[in-house]
């Protein structure tokens, strides 16, 4: 139970924090209930991950007419994309075309962070502080953080006492960054740090890229829309709207293959074909064999291995540059655009820093272990998140007794379905552990589902005349139980990688993200509640 809470400067049937793409769904559905709710959000307008990424090379990498609400077929044919990946400005523009359509600014609370938030068992609701000292007393607690939200930044010694200017790829200065004609070092060659990499090269005068882990990474088709082409996919929204939440990744395809159905030059056929596509389509439309079968991954990694081989030519840019110790599609794909090719340019230097690391920052660049110093004018840190659990264990959440989901999640991962935590009650999620987010998921079309499932279940409760509602110790070990047997059968849980927790030193070892298929979690959260929220108390 809180003590001496204070009294609150606001009452509210929801709380939700972020005003990102579940943030304004989730406010839109709520308010549609007639709830009295409100958003509060870090930053200084909507967007979320498409407000705090704007990083040169910022873009989709899933197809922009399936990166969409499909709740209303104005709203979707009522914005047109200019190309097949847009770039983040346009999406930033479309994030502001879905908020000022829905008339959501006036319920959001922006340049405002939650810091605390404290269950009382006794009244059942949430007391919420933020960084103004506003305090807020709720019913319900609704989390709407992203999955990717909490960049890790201090990663080294000394970073404070660099004479340039130093920042990671998701607080990109809104005014912009002075690099024209300066040294520039990126640490991180992930799907952000590549995208930077091939953006920036023609722009600095020299590009150190510091390589620890090399990616495989597939070449990107992006053609510009015809007036014709928009047509094209506006003309298919009712297709979209009835296919993609049932699919395996939330895209709109899926996988058409069967390994041992094919002889090896019809595989080699199949592979080839898909490639060409320019797209995820060969890491999640191709051979689901590849998540499972040591051999079939073998093969489909050695075909990635082979195209980038004969694009970076040079050995020591292969060793550096492609993977041979994990299996394509186990970590996340990125997509490139002459990426490869930028370490043929006589101003960038890869540096590989497995066998010898980074040592520290000093004034003058990157000092590594060997004691070799890289001197530098900007450093641009690609180096990930805390995914999953960072953006919540940043705020002090206190649930039943006072427990600490920091402390809590700091033993063991845990939630039921993704939605609910044991011993949280009345806080619900969307886009943390063991639900589909991030990892084999087309964002918008997981999280649609997860804010419509709270939705529903709040519409359930007040018509019912529940007032709280908890996950249960059982229905949370059992979904637990389901998420790691089926993490267990494919080989991303052999890996190491931020899908597992491994980029943060101490986290618990877990598959973040729940591996068995947007559709089948779709249809499991619904049976869940079709048989009156199995799994969780509603009292």
Known sequence: MAIGTPTAHRTLDALIIGAG????????????????????????DVGGTWYWNRYPGARFDSEAYIYQYLFSEDLYKNWSWSQRFPDQPEIERWMHYVADSLDLRRDISFSTTVTSAEYDEKSGRWTVRTDSGEVVDTQFLITCCGMLSAPLQDLFPGQQDFAGQIFHTSRWPREGAEIAGKRVGVIGTGAT???????????????????RTPQYALPMKNPSYSADDVAAYKARFEELRSTLPHTFTGFEYDFRYVWDELTPEQRREVLEEIYENGSLQLWLASFAEMFFDE????????????KMRARLV????????????YGFGTHRVPLETGYLEVYHRPNVT??????????????????????????????????????GTGALTRIDIRGVGGRSLKDDWSRDIRTTMGLM????????TTAVPLAPSAALCNMTTCLQQQTEWIDECIRYMRKNGYTVIEATEEGEAAWVSHHDETAAANLISKTNSWYTGSNVE??????????????????????????????????
């Open 193 to 211: 740090g590549i995208q930077v990499i091939q953006t920036i090269v023609d722009e600095v005068a020299d590009l150190t890229v510091f390589v």
């Open 506 to 539: 101490g986290k618990p070892r877990r598959v973040l993200s729940y591996t068995g298929g947007v559709g089948t979690y779709r249809e499991k959260t619904l049976e869940a509640a079709a048989a009156g929220y199995k799994g969780f108390e509603l009292r």
């Open 21 to 44: 793409v579940a943030g304004l769904y989730q406010l839109h559905l709520l308010r549609e209930q007639g709830l009295n709710v409100r958003v509060f959000e870090t930053a200084a």
């Open 295 to 306: 051999a079939v991954s073998d093969e489909i990694s050695e075909f990635v291995r082979e």
């Open 421 to 428: 935590v044991h011993g949280y009650p009345n806080m619900l």
């Open 314 to 325: 040079d050995p020591e840019l292969c060793r550096l540059l492609i993977p041979e110790d």
């Open 350 to 387: 890869a540096v590989g820093v497995r066998e010898n690391p980074i040592s520290r920052i000093v004034p003058e660049g990157v000092l590594l272990a060997d004691g070799t110093l890289y001197e530098l004018d900007v450093i641009i840190l690609a180096t990930g998140f805390d995914a």
